[in-house]
């Protein structure tokens, strides 16, 4: 599978998240967009990565990008799909949105009516093809120029293998990173409830922590 040339849109591109993995995929060749509510804000989130990165308000992005990330908050995650259905059939949106609360113990995974924010992504975007990766990758070691090779593997889930391909793809751009099929998108309420343990393992061992899979 090669992912060469395709254009990576990043709604909600502006927050940390959005921008570590826009960085990352500027440097790897590709076009990037980054979304925002507010243009402005994009196109100065867009200027401080440079490498060729575009800014436009997330519908824009959406309409104009081959495949689409989505890293808003869970707070938003669900409104900003509904509106954007129609700019998003079609094409692979990647689900990145880890629903989380924090309490005086630290991180915990919230409850989903869909079962998870990807599951939720996949129902209000019935004409997208929906894949779930890149819930335990740090935007603090995606933007620090001093990382080149990013220690991790990226699980990748989704129900459309030609979808889950493509993405395990494109994570692979990332120096050091591998993208491994991880199941069904049935099964990314675990993934995207695993980054509460991550979160408690960065506090404990002041770290950023990441995942491996052996023996694949
Ligand atoms: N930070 C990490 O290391 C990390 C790692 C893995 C996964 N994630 C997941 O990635 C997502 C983004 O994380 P982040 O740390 O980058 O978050 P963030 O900075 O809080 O938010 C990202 C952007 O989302 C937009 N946004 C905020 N509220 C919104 C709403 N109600 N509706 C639409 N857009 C809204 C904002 O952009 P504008 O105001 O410009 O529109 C903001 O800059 C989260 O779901 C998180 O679970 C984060």
Redesign the pocket.
């Given at each position: 599978m090669t992912v060469n040339g395709i254009s990576i849109g990043i709604?909600?591109?502006?927050?940390?998240?959005?921008?570590?993995l826009a960085r990352r995929f500027a440097l790897a060749g590709h076009p990037v967009l980054i979304?925002?509510?507010?243009a402005g804000?994009?196109q100065e989130?867009a200027d401080s990565i440079g490498s060729g990165a575009r800014g436009a308000e997330?519908a824009v992005v959406a309409t104009e990008a081959d495949l689409v990330i989505v890293?808003?908050?869970?707070?938003?995650?669900k409104?900003?799909l509904e509106s954007l259905r129609t700019e998003l059939a079609g094409k692979i949106v990647v689900d990145?949105?880890?629903?989380?609360g924090f309490d005086k113990q630290g991180a915990f995974a919230l409850p989903v009516e869909e079962g998870s924010?990807a599951q939720q992504a996949a129902a209000v975007l019935p004409d997208s093809r929906v894949v779930a990766a890149?819930?335990?990758?740090?935007?603090?070691v995606l933007m620090d120029p001093a990382v080149d090779k990013v220690d991790l593997d990226v699980l990748v889930l989704g129900d459309d293998r030609e979808a889950t391909d493509t993405v395990q793809a494109l994570a692979s751009v990332i120096p050091g990173v591998r993208g491994i099929y991880g199941g069904r998108l049935r099964n990314a309420f675990q993934v995207e409830a695993l980054?509460a343990n991550l979160i408690s393992i960065n506090r404990r061992y002041k770290a950023h922590a990441g995942v491996r899979v052996t023996d694949v």
């Open positions: 709604l909600g591109g502006t927050g940390d998240q959005g921008k570590g979304g925002s509510r507010n804000r994009a989130a997330n890293a808003v908050p869970y707070d938003g995650h409104a900003l990145c949105v880890n629903p989380l924010a890149f819930h335990h990758v740090s935007a603090v980054t």
